[in-house]
């Protein structure tokens, strides 16, 4: 293989209540999660983010592994309760000098800090208040992104407001399985619009910033999921399924972020089915106004469809027990089904491992969206990490599936694709939202029974020459 571009960004990520811990400590106010997970019932054997992996007090320890493993960036998030414990109001200064520290940290070995805004840890006390069904949250979360920019951009130059818009929205407000716990697609809906308008003012604040030259210029982006879809055979009624899929899952997502409207037959088909969203004079044009400089991706599987007939599933339960079946057949009747696909391999949360697919659905953003940059913002396998009696952690098959999907990289950059970033998920293994720690995706492993003792995995080193060899390696 021939090496990537040269300044191209190979990273790995995390997310704050995934790796930070120190939930109630420096003057951190409560989020969703923290109430939400210490709720019967909700995560797999009541595990919760209230310690995570510490990294908030062994951030240092964890730099040095990144800069260990060469890594050229680290993407992170920024607990908006660690900065405003009330969500507005009165800022946090000790989760100012928190995230001041970390990357200050990162800086002195010369790792590109990739900041998200919002990675789905709301202030409880917004959610109080409504949350994000509340358009009061549009000026709130403006407020909050301007103060990290405010404090933090003239040291970090890549931006992402929000992470996966579809999960926090569709997982909180249609299936009940997130915080706020709520089952109705019409609420989601209005949800995702009213995000869409926190994402543009986040945007123009920055713009203001780099305009009045309080802040460094760089580039903001929009992590979204990608999570492309195939029809499941060549029949005709299966094609259609695909592309009513696309247009729910894929473009009702990032054509207000990168078309700066909604697709036209599926805003016609919420607004005959349930007059939503409520779109208020102004909305669209704010969305108008704020164009992006890159959009991030969030890749682990593809997904194949096949025709649902008006009768037949709906969206399925999620099992948090971490056994095969646990992604149940889901779909909408009338329009398409989520199925497996016999010729496809799957992991033990049956998440399907196509490599192809990631390429696929790049061509795809550049065929839709033309040649908006890329930053591939998460991509990795979450699995149970056999350990060796000598206590090496065998990860053989991440490593086999993080090469895969690197190959088609490469295939996506030759074919023209603009793709400057990379990130592994994630860098170290961490809390996994309703799967506890069972599932794990990092480079590195964590000892619950040895005080959170760091583990290099083989992983980690396929990784490490990776990066030196820019891809050459593969």
Not at 271 to 286: K, M, N, V, Y
Not at 422 to 431: N, R
């Amino acid at each position: 293989m021939k090496a990537f571009p040269e300044d191209f960004l190979w990273g790995a990520a995390t997310a704050a209540y995934q790796v930070e811990g120190a939930y109630q400590q420096d003057g951190k106010g409560l989020s969703i999660w923290d109430i939400y997970s210490h709720l019967p019932g909700t995560t797999y054997q009541g595990t919760n983010g209230d310690r995570a992996v510490d990294h908030y007090h062994r951030y240092q320890e964890d730099v040095r592994l990144m800069a260990e493993m060469g890594l050229k960036s680290y993407r992170f998030s920024i607990s908006w309760p660690r900065i405003y414990p009330a969500g507005s109001g009165a800022v946090n200064q000790q989760g100012i000098q928190f995230y001041n520290d970390l990357i200050n940290e990162l800086l002195k070995y010369g790792i590109v800090p990739v900041a998200t805004l919002y990675h789905w840890d709301l202030p409880q006390a917004l959610q109080d208040l409504g949350g994000w069904e509340n358009r009061e949250l549009i000026e709130q979360f403006g407020q909050y992104a301007k103060t990290c920019f405010e404090q933090f951009g003239d040291r970090v130059r890549y931006w992402l407001t929000f992470n996966e818009t579809i999960n926090f929205i569709m997982l909180g407000y249609r299936d009940g399985v997130h915080p706020p716990a709520v089952k109705e697609e019409r609420r989601a809906v209005e949800v995702s619009h009213i995000v869409n308008l926190a994402h543009a003012q986040a945007v123009l604040e920055y713009r203001k910033l780099v305009r009045e030259k309080s802040i460094a210029e760089g580039m903001i982006g929009i992590a979204h999921v990608l999570l492309t879809g195939f029809p499941i055979s060549a029949a005709e009624e299966d094609a259609r399924a695909c592309e009513w899929y696309e247009e729910m899952d894929f473009q009702w997502f990032y054509d207000p972020s990168l078309h700066g409207r909604y697709p036209e037959r599926l805003l016609n088909y919420y607004q005959e089915r349930w007059q939503a969203p409520t779109i208020l004079d102004g909305d669209l044009a704010l969305i108008q106004s704020a164009p992006i400089d890159f959009i991030g991706i969030n890749y682990y599987q593809s997904t194949f469809l096949a025709h649902n007939p008006a009768d037949g599933v709906g969206f399925a339960a999620i099992n948090v027990s971490g056994k095969k079946g646990s992604q149940q057949e889901s779909g909408i009747p009338g329009l398409f089904k989520r199925v497996q696909n016999p010729k496809v391999a799957y992991t033990p949360w049956d998440w399907s491992i196509y490599p192809e697919g990631l390429y696929q659905g790049m061509k795809r953003i550049q065929e839709r969206y033309g040649n908006i940059p890329i930053m591939i913002t998460e991509n990795g396998l979450g699995d149970k990490d056999p350990i060796s009696p000598s206590g090496e952690i065998l990860d053989t098959p991440r490593i086999d599936y993080l090469r895969e999907h690197v190959r088609w990289c490469q295939r996506a950059i030759d074919e023209g694709v603009p793709l400057f970033g990379y990130f592994v998920w994630s860098f170290i293994d961490l809390l996994s939202w309703l799967n506890g720690y069972q599932k794990q995706y990092g480079l590195v492993y964590v000892d619950h029974q040895n005080d959170l003792k760091r583990v290099k995995k083989q992983s980690y080193d396929w990784y490490r020459q990776l990066i030196q060899s820019n891809g050459v390696t593969l």
